[in-house]
């Protein structure tokens, strides 16, 4: 089982910048796609971006393209997002997950293993 933990949350301004990390206790972390996914209140978890396993591909949702930039460190075992411009409606709880796949996947069943998130308050 992964073991995944995520850091990095908190409360900013609208137009404010965030980087959100996520480490990890996997061996195989270097052969895993890494993701984010976020559930804001009331609403259903959502694909934010992911990253394959080499960084030969990236995938962000619509809501989020040019800004937020997702990027990992085999070496330190760490997948960070980085979250410009952030937005009263980016406020969620952000969530890391690894699957083993090959491609940069946005869909939840693909990952199999999650951490316990971290939130994220974005106010106007």
């Known amino acids: 089982q992964v073991h995944l933990v995520e850091s990095g949350g908190g409360l900013v301004q609208a137009g404010a910048s965030l980087k959100l990390s996520c480490a990890s206790s996997e061996e195989t972390f270097s052969s895993q796609t890494m993701g984010w996914f976020r559930q804001a209140p009331g609403k259903e978890r959502e694909f934010v971006a992911a990253i394959t396993w080499n960084s030969y591909a990236t995938h962000y949702a619509d809501s989020v393209k040019g800004r937020f930039e997702i990027s990992r460190v085999d070496a330190e075992k760490m997948v960070h997002l980085q979250m410009n411009a952030l937005k009263p409606e980016d406020t969620a709880v952000y969530y890391c997950?690894?699957?083993?796949?090959?491609?940069?996947?946005?869909?939840?069943?693909?990952?199999?293993?999650w951490g316990q998130g971290t939130q994220v308050t974005v106010s106007s």
């Open positions: 997950a690894a699957g083993p796949l090959f491609i940069a996947s946005n869909k939840e069943a693909d990952f199999n293993s």
